[in-house]
C-alpha cells in the first residue's frame, strides 16, 4: 500500500521540485516550465508498459515517487501538491 506525506511529513528539496515540475507538465497551477530531460523523462513514463515504468522508478526514485503519487487513486493531483509544498486547490 502507498502512502502519500500528510502536511505535516517534511518533503525534500528535490522532490518538491519533481513535484512542481510534474505539475508544470501538466499545465497545472503551481509547476513550473520544464523543458528537456525532465519533459522527456516525464513523457517516457506515460508511455511505459508495466515493467519499463518499474525499470524508470529505479533509475529516476525521486521522479518515480511523483509519478506515483500522481497516479496514484489515493493521491493524484492533490499528493503531488503536498509534495511540492503548495496548498491544495480550492
Known amino acids: 500500500m502507498e502512502t502519500i506525506p500528510d502536511a505535516q511529513t517534511p518533503i525534500s528539496p528535490e522532490v518538491a521540485a519533481a513535484a512542481r515540475d510534474l505539475l508544470g507538465y501538466y499545465n497545472i497551477p503551481g509547476g513550473t516550465m520544464i523543458g528537456g530531460f525532465r519533459k522527456k523523462l ?9 515493467y519499463n515504468w518499474a525499470r524508470l ?27 511540492a509544498g503548495l496548498k491544495p486547490e480550492a
Request: no cysteine; proline share 8%; glycine share 8%.
Open 42 to 50: 516525464f513523457s517516457l513514463w506515460e508511455s511505459a508498459d508495466p
Open 57 to 83: 522508478a529505479e533509475a529516476f526514485p525521486i521522479e518515480g515517487a511523483v509519478v506515483a503519487a500522481m497516479s496514484s487513486p489515493a493521491g493524484g493531483v492533490s499528493a503531488v501538491r503536498r509534495l
